[in-house]
C-alpha cells in the first residue's frame, strides 16, 4: 500500500488549505482513512478519520472537513481558518479496518510521507 499527500504550503492565519491522500495498493473504500498531524517538538496527534462516519478532534472540528472519493482512491482534508497552531507536518493514513473511530495512531498500519503546511501569523 503507498499513501501520497500533498497539498502543503505556506498560508496566512486565517486561510485555507486543501490536503489530499492518493492511495493505491488495495481496496480503497474497505479500509478507514485518516489524518494526523506532528507539529515540532510534539507527538503526532489525530485531526480527523473517515470511514462510515466521520471523526475530527476538538481543535479542528467546524474548521476542517475530511471527504473521500472512493473512484479516484483518494482523501482530501479541506481546512479553513487556519491558525498558527495548525502549522504542523499533516500525514494521512489507511487503517487496518473500517471498524470503530480510529483516532489512535496504532489503528492505522500504512502512512504517507507527510506534507507540511506552516501558517503564519
Known amino acids: 500500500v503507498q499513501l501520497q499527500a500533498s497539498g502543503g504550503g505556506l498560508v496566512q492565519a486565517g486561510g485555507s488549505v486543501r490536503l489530499s491522500c492518493a492511495a493505491s495498493g488495495r481496496t480503497f473504500s474497505s479500509y478507514t482513512m485518516g489524518w494526523f498531524r506532528q507539529a515540532p517538538g510534539k507527538e503526532r496527534e489525530f485531526v480527523a478519520a473517515i470511514g462510515g462516519r466521520t471523526y475530527y478532534a476538538d481543535s479542528v472540528k467546524g474548521r476542517f472537513s475530511i471527504s473521500r472519493d472512493n473512484a479516484k482512491y483518494t482523501v482530501y482534508l479541506q481546512m479553513h481558518s487556519l491558525k498558527p497552531e495548525d502549522t504542523a507536518v499533516y500525514y494521512c493514513?489507511?487503517?487496518?479496518?473500517?471498524?470503530?473511530?480510529?483516532?489512535?495512531?496504532?489503528?492505522?498500519?500504512?502512512w504517507g510521507q507527510g506534507t507540511l503546511v506552516t501558517v503564519s501569523s
Open positions: 493514513a489507511s487503517a487496518k479496518d473500517w471498524i470503530g473511530t480510529k483516532i489512535w495512531a496504532r489503528e492505522y498500519d500504512y
